[in-house]
């Protein structure tokens, strides 16, 4: 019913920028936030940010990462700045989003895009 479409990964240096973009396409009702885990294998997913009905960020991002969104296109954006090697991960964006009036949420993921910081 909606799809979320990631890209912007790739390769950086340390101390440099990536923009992430999510986007979401279908039968869209009303997307209530949307927002960016990470994973790295071996540790726990990790919330990095979050954009609803307030804006969120892990503490390991605070002050370097910027989340936000564009309603007229159904798009969020994650602008990383100072880049560390422990930034380093496979970013998931993700989507909460409502049917129809009343309806609980549901929760649809991007395919997944990969981050490395690396000198």
């Known amino acids: 019913q909606v799809q979320l479409a990631e890209s912007g990964g790739g390769l950086v240096q340390p101390g440099g920028s990536l923009r992430l973009s999510c986007q979401a396409s279908?039968?869209?009702?009303?997307?209530?936030?949307m927002g960016w885990y990470r994973q790295v294998p071996g540790k726990q997913r990790e919330l990095v940010a979050f954009?609803?009905?307030?804006?969120r960020y892990s503490d390991s991002v605070k002050g370097r990462f910027t989340i936000s969104r564009d309603g007229a296109k159904n798009t969020a954006y994650l602008q990383m700045e100072a880049l560390n090697v422990e930034d380093t991960a496979v970013y998931y964006c993700?989507?909460?989003?409502?049917?129809?009036?009343?309806?609980?949420?549901?929760?649809?993921w991007g395919q997944g895009t990969q981050v490395t910081v690396s000198s």
């Open positions: 993700y989507a909460d989003h409502k049917p129809y009036a009343g309806s609980g949420v549901i929760k649809y």
């Open positions: 279908g039968r869209i009702y009303a997307i209530v936030a």
């Open positions: 954009s609803g009905d307030s804006i």
